[in-house]
């Protein structure tokens, strides 16, 4: 069974920054793209940014582009996120995604989730 395993939520103020991982084990792991989804609440779930396992290809909400980056070690099969400037308004549940798809926005093609990590910015 493939599991995702999110880590490097926490309590930051407004401005700086953190790093959230994603660490795939299981039996052999084989996906084109892992993406981050967050949730704030009463909001739905909304795609944040995606990269593929393969070649340099990312994807970022337009609510992220320039302060977010996504990377990966595919060595590790761990997937990051490094959330730079952080506002109020990126405090949710952050997960990550497993997906046969290509760099998707789309939660329904992605397979495989992670059980979350708090991200609370506060001012």
């Known amino acids: 069974q493939v599991q995702l395993v999110e880590s490097g939520g926490g309590l930051v103020q407004a401005g700086d920054s953190l790093r959230l991982s994603c660490a795939a084990s299981?039996?052999?792991?084989?996906?084109?793209?892992m993406g981050w989804f967050r949730q704030a609440p009463g909001k739905e779930r909304e795609f944040v940014a995606a990269?593929?396992?393969?070649?340099?290809?990312?994807n970022y909400a337009d609510s992220v582009k320039g302060r977010f980056t996504i990377s990966r070690d595919n060595a590790e099969n761990t997937v990051y996120l490094l959330m730079n400037s952080l506002k109020l308004e990126d405090t949710a549940i952050y997960y990550c995604a497993a997906s046969f798809s290509v760099l998707s926005i789309v939660p329904d093609l992605y397979d495989r989730w992670g059980q979350g990590t708090q991200v609370t910015v506060s001012s």
């Open positions: 990269i593929m396992w393969g070649g340099g290809g990312t």
């Open positions: 299981g039996r052999p792991f084989r996906r084109n793209s």
